[in-house]
């Protein structure tokens, strides 16, 4: 079974922290994603990899950057942790010549900013 | 208008019905779909795939109508445990665009 892990389930930071979040599958998938999820608005892109050193930016990647120096190992990482940064973050993926929507999610990171 | 739209229920159902949710989408562009299932607090699972006009899978169909714009899923003889809620999703372009619904959420019981 393909293995998503993300490294902390729930997390409480200040605002203007720097919070790291960190997802590592174990499948040798290229294709990585970070989504964040909130209430009435579905899941949201905010960063995705095709492969290592390799970023894109996705519909709502203001307030975060991301790092892939290992091609298992996807971190989103958010410089100044903000209010509305609080919600729960998802980590996705899937590999080169499969299904573009056919993802395999980790258990998401619940990320509160006071 | 949201890309994808979904009815965001409860749809309270009792075990053994027969149940369906629509979901519509507005990019006519939008070349696949897919139903994830979603337990609360957990992570969404991919439970069909659509690529042409649909998909059955056990008590899960899922319709495409390419003329209407709009997925359907229908679960039917409902078990307690089909209670979550399910995300709709397109896919479209070449790349990796993927929108997702806000979701419908299914509650069945005794």
């Known amino acids: 079974d393909v293995k998503v892990t993300q490294s902390s389930r729930y997390l409480v930071k200040r605002t203007g922290e720097k919070v790291f979040l960190e997802c590592v599958q174990d499948?040798?998938?290229?294709?990585m994603f970070w989504y964040r999820q909130d209430p009435g608005l579905g899941l949201r892109l905010i960063y995705f990899?095709?492969?290592?050193?390799?970023?894109e930016k996705g519909d709502i990647p203001e307030g975060y950057s991301v790092s892939r120096e290992k091609k298992e190992r996807f971190s989103l990482i958010l410089e100044s942790a903000s209010t509305n940064q609080t919600s729960m973050y998802l980590c996705?993926?899937?590999?080169?010549?499969?299904?573009?929507?056919?993802?395999?999610f980790g258990e998401g990171s619940r990320l509160t900013v006071l | 208008r949201k890309e994808v739209e979904q009815d965001p229920g409860p749809f309270n159902v009792p075990e053994g019905a027969t149940v369906a949710f629509n979901c519509t989408y507005s990019?006519?562009?939008?070349?696949?779909f897919f139903w994830y299932r979603q337990d609360c607090r957990k992570e969404p699972k991919l439970l069909m795939s659509?690529?042409?006009s649909g998909n059955e899978d056990g008590r899960f169909t899922a319709q495409l109508n390419r003329a209407s714009q709009y997925i359907s899923l229908l679960i039917r003889d409902s078990k307690l445990s089909d209670s979550a809620t399910y995300l709709c999703?397109?896919?479209?372009?070449?790349?990796?665009?993927?929108?997702f619904g806000t979701g419908t959420q299914l509650k069945v019981e005794l």
């Open positions: 996705a993926s899937f590999p080169s010549g499969s299904r573009a929507g056919e993802l395999f």
């Open positions: 499948m040798d998938h290229e294709n």
């Open positions: 990899s095709y492969d290592v050193k390799m970023k």
């Open positions: 990019n006519s562009a939008s070349q696949s």
């Open positions: 659509v690529y042409s």
């Open positions: 999703v397109a896919h479209t372009g070449g790349g990796n665009k993927l929108t």
